[in-house]
């Protein structure tokens, strides 16, 4: 099975910055999209942004203009930077390989990694 590799969560102040990274195998990095997830105690979990194999990204409106997705092909791995972090934005973030696309909006593949814990507080 493929394993997902997420890090840099942690504690953060409102207002902060943290980027968090996804480590994954070249087989699967090199052929899908790639993107984050989060999911907070007793809501579902939910899309946060995304990048494709060509680059071209998307996010969720309730982080756009703060969070940026970028990936390094060269290190199989996919980034999400977050700025201005706000206390609702606590949640375990997924990173997660072979989503796509459809009309009604994004959807994910099969790959998860384990999550990564971030939490903004005072």
């Known amino acids: 099975q493929v394993q997902l590799v997420e890090s840099g969560g942690g504690l953060v102040q409102p207002g902060g910055s943290l980027r968090l990274s996804c480590a994954a195998p070249?087989?699967?990095?090199?052929?899908?999209?790639m993107a984050w997830y989060r999911q907070a105690p007793g809501k579902l979990r939910e899309f946060v942004a995304a990048?494709?194999?060509?680059?071209?990204?998307n996010s969720a409106d309730s982080v756009k203009g703060r969070f940026t997705i970028s990936r390094d092909n060269n290190k199989n791995t996919v980034y999400l930077q977050m700025n201005s972090l706000k206390p609702e934005d606590t949640a375990v973030y997924y990173c997660?390989?072979?989503?796509?696309?459809?009309?009604?909006?994004?959807?994910?593949?099969?790959?998860w990694g384990q999550g990564t814990q971030v939490t903004v507080s005072s």
């Open positions: 990048i494709s194999t060509d680059s071209s990204t």
């Open positions: 997660n390989a072979g989503g796509g696309f459809r009309l009604t909006g994004p959807f994910p593949g099969d790959y």
């Open positions: 070249g087989s699967i990095f090199s052929i899908y999209s």
